[in-house]
């Protein structure tokens, strides 16, 4: 049986990138494309790192029923269609969503064979300096950000699964081993190994 998993983390913490590498090494997993609100940054293409609509278009969306799942984050609305969810897990592949807290929760309440990875960074400070190096953002912005990154980080102890990206050739590699494992009956083991207070606990220390 296919499988939804999902990403999430506080802004910074890379990711995208490890969703994205994690899908390129494993043929059986798809990674669903979220709608945003927010701008296109440089180098982003539409369909293919998000689907960016007008905030009048999101809410048509929501009006008509079409998200999974959908939240506002840092005044811009991030969601998942159903389809790009339901799509290919009928068609027998496993599916990648790269969520934000909220819409971590709101795919728990709706589906309950998904299972929820949270990646945490390495610091405090290693998430500032990974902020300010994206270039990306105004000062206000990268301080708003970094205020509810803190505050997300505790909620990493609600998921399945959480992991550390100090590494991130081991962050992906980590990851990936959740979603093989899982696919394949290795789960029990896996959440024993990946248990949000064993990342917690390497946070704190």
């Not at 999902?6 to 043929?27: F, I, M, N, Y």
């Not at 293919?48 to 929501?62: A, M, N, Q």
């Not at 269609?81 to 709101?106: F, H, K, M, N, T």
């Not at 980590?174 to 207070?197: M, N, S, Y």
Request: proline share 4%; charged share 30%; hydrophobic share 40%.
């Amino acid at each position: 049986m296919s499988i939804p998993f999902v990403v999430a983390a506080p802004s910074g913490t890379g990711k995208t990138t490890v969703c994205r590498r994690v899908v390129e090494a494993d043929p059986r997993v798809e990674f669903s494309v979220s709608h945003t609100t927010r701008a296109r940054r440089s180098g982003e293409q539409d369909g293919i790192d998000y689907f960016f609509v007008s905030r009048g278009r999101f809410d048509e969306l929501v009006e008509e029923g079409a998200f999974l799942e959908w939240a506002e984050y840092n005044r811009h609305r991030y969601g998942t269609s159903r389809a790009a969810l339901e799509v290919p897990l009928a068609q027998g592949s496993d599916v990648l969503l790269e969520l934000e807290i909220q819409g971590a929760a709101q795919v728990r309440e709706r589906r309950s064979d998904a299972r929820l990875v949270f990646l945490l960074p390495p610091s405090v400070e290693r998430l500032e300096a990974r902020l300010r190096g994206r270039g990306t953002d105004s000062e206000e912005e990268i301080e708003r950000r970094l205020g509810v990154g803190r505050g997300e980080i505790h909620a990493a102890a609600r998921f399945d699964f959480a992991v550390v990206n100090d590494d991130l050739d081991r962050c992906v590699a980590d990851v990936a081993e959740i979603v093989a494992g899982c696919r394949d009956g290795r789960e029990l083991p896996l959440r024993e190994r990946f248990a949000p207070a064993v990342a917690l606990g390497r946070l704190a220390g």
